[in-house]
């Protein structure tokens, strides 16, 4: 009887294995993997069926013929969640590729059991921690990739010691610490990627030069310093090298190997010393040579002439000296010869003119004499001449107008004479024409326009006569001109686009009133002319008037009844029409000094208002600065009156962008004024002027209204409409204490924000991305309805600091989508991920890196695990939401608003909703919105 038990036991497990139904043990450990993802996508749900035998048809899934599980690729799919330590079992696997999905946590050991891995990728996911050091036991493993995660610790030494690695590819994570010494070891490596580490320090190990199968090398934006070891010279493989963005210093030893394979050379950002190598002109196979800013000096090498097949040459920004050696002219396949800002001088050799697929010719701001040779006159490809500040000479030959792909000719601040080829023009593509400086006579080429892309025509300071071409109006998209003479051609009126005239110092007469028809006209300097009549209306008012543009114009006058009386009584420096107007007192002492000083320039004038602002008010020099070049502006004063000219006490809050100042102006008008500091003199860039109209223009109620602007040469003020509850951040974590927000108030801005981030997106033409939503960034009125803040000014200074390069990113940690970490491309997608990152902020009322977390994690992870962990929304959820979470509704729109929340973080931008659908995924979230207009 016992017996027939145990057997019959035995018989009920035996067949439990081997019945039909019964799934093999890979296909428990993948149902297991399963359960820690979040959101598992169709081809997976569909197929992966616990009533199967084996999981050898499921997708994504490969077996060997014993029905082992050999391959699990998911690639792309989507998968938000964890890999669990389940992986381990799966002790058949040759290949695990997991890149592009949403896994976070740990790469977990027991990965390490998989011993017969060959091809392991879990590139780009969020994975963090170290590297494991399992991966020592992955003994027949030959590729592995682990770039764009969060990786942090150092690169453990055992991977050296994996006999058959061919590829390692950890680039983009935080990894820190030098490469290990044992690097050498990897017989069989062939691709090397380690850029983008930041923190990957130290000398690069000279045992490298024994990785002899090393055909890429990417050790570029690291950290990495000291000298280049010589041993570099030893792979003669390699076909990448990048060292770009390190802190590398000594002579660069390349070259004195065979290099014979080597296409591309990046030695930019660096502290290099000694002079290019020549050695390598024996790399004959050099395409492209970057060194920019490298610390080079020295003259360039004639060796350079070798490289036939040289197609880039970039050393702009060292200490370059000598001549531009004529043996570039051998390298036939050049498109880009870059040499600007260096100190270069001698003329431009002849033999450039052999280059006959030369596009770019950037040799601006160095010495150079001479003219540009005939030759190079000739080379029909070319698109881009940048020869500006030089000392260059000589006529522009007719040959120059024949070059029909020239996009940009920036020839200011040289001593070019002669009179412009009259035909220039006719056959062009011409965007850019800047002659500013140089010693041209004759007349103004009257086809100029006849390409219609000209955008900037700049002709000043030369010895031009002669009139504006008539058939200027045919420049539709110019956008600055100066330096124009003759009389005003009616057709002037049709430049949409233009923003800057510039006709100063000419002998010009007759009315300006054509001016008012151009749309955007922002900048204008007609001084010194003889032009008559009232300055139009629409100058006057524009917010960028400046009367000192009229000066020396003895006819021009203010018609003070068509103008408010504030402008006509500050714009002293131009008469009024209305000779009765009681304004007569205003003229007083700056305008006899005027007289007194004639031909004054600018310069002086500014002072001048300075001297008699200080005099007649004995105001602080802030305000003297507004006032004397803005004319009195009634609102700016009563603002800075408010302040007491942005005095400290009036501050409410400091952001990245500048420091907001609350002005009480009267108890019926509060605004918020903000203070944006401009690097350089870029403030006067206008398309920043242009820029900030745009976003006067635009109104909605989840967006900050702008009431006004005013720009200065080092800072701008911009009026916001005041909003009494501060900003989201305040609400969320710093007002203490805490204020109870009821879920329908977080509902409410969830979707407020989304409706003005939609219209942003959508409604505005162009759309506008506003790069940097955060919880600062969304202010809330009296009802706390959302307002979304800084819309636009993220590009805006960008553009203020455009001259000065810089690797910063726009936008703040931990909203900045993972695609933007390390670029600056930024697009809708991108805001909507920060978006997302707002909402899982008001859900949980956890800070973006909240102390709480574990290190190296921010909301999106955190969120992420504890999901993928528990499931359990109360986890997440603020807990003082904790009793409306007991009615259900509640408790399942929150739970719709935080996988709004979740596919808005997705690391794919393309996986992401589209604003639109956030707003209608919410609003299917709680039906009484449904009927809400946007
Ligand atoms: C997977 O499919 C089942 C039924 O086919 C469905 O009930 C379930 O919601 C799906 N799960 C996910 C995460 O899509
Ligand atoms: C799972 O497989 C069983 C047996 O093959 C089948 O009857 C069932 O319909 C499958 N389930 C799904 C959801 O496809
Ligand atoms: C994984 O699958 C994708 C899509 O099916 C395929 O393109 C890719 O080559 C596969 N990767 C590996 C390592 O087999
Ligand atoms: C997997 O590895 C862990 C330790 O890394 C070990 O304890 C465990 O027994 C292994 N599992 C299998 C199935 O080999
Ligand atoms: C033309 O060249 C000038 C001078 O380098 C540069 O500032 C400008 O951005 C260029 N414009 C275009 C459209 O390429
Ligand atoms: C074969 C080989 O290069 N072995 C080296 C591996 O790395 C260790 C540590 O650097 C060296 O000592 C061995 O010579």
Redesign the pocket.
Known sequence: MRHLSVLLLLLSFSSFFYSASALSSDGVALLSLRRRWTSVPPPINSTWNASHSTPCSWGGIQCDHAHNVISLNLSDYGIVGQLGPEIGHLTHLQKLALLNNGFSGKIPPQLGNCTHLEHLDLSSNYFSGQIPDCFKNLLNLEYLSLSINELTGQIPESLTQIPQLQLVELSYNSLSGPIPSSIGNMSELSLLYLQGNHLLSGEIPSSIGNCSKLKELFLNQNQFEGVLPHTLNNLHDIVYLDFADNALRGTVPLGSGSCENLFMLDLSNNVFSGGIPSGLGNCSGLTEFAAVNSGFSGSIPSSIGLLRSLSILRLPENHLSGKIPPEIGNCKSLTELTLYSNQLEGEIPSELGKLSELQDLEL?SNHLTGEIPLSVWKIQSLE?I?V?NNSLSGELPLEMTELKYL??I?LFNNHFSGVIPQTLGINSSL??L?FTNNKFTGIIPPNLCHGKQL??LNLGLNQLRGSIPSNVGRCTTLTSANGLIGEIPSGIGTLMNLLSLDLSRNNLNGSIQVLSQIPFLLEINVSYNSFQGPIPKKLIESPYYSSTAFLGNPGLCISCSSSNGSICKASSYVKPCDEKSTHQKGLSKVKIAMIALGSSIFVVFLLLGLVYMFVSGGKSKQEVEISAKEGTTSLLNKVMEATANLSDRFIIGRGAHGVVYKAPVDPAQVFAVKKLAFAGNKGKNLSMVREIQTLGKIRHRNLVKLEDFWLRKDFGLILYTYMPNGSLHDVLHEKNPPPSLEWNVRYNIAIGIAHGLAYLHFDCDPPIVHRDIKPKNILLDADMEPHIADFGIAKLLDQSSASAPSISVPGTIGYIAPENAYTTANNRESDVYSYGVVLLELISRKKVVDPTFMEGMDIVSWVRTMWGQTEDIGKIVDSSLANELLDSTVLEQVNKVLQVALRSTEKDPHKRPTMRQVIRQLEDANPRTRSRKS
């Open positions: 601006y881009y940048l500006y996009k940009n920036t965007v850019v800047d955008r900037i």
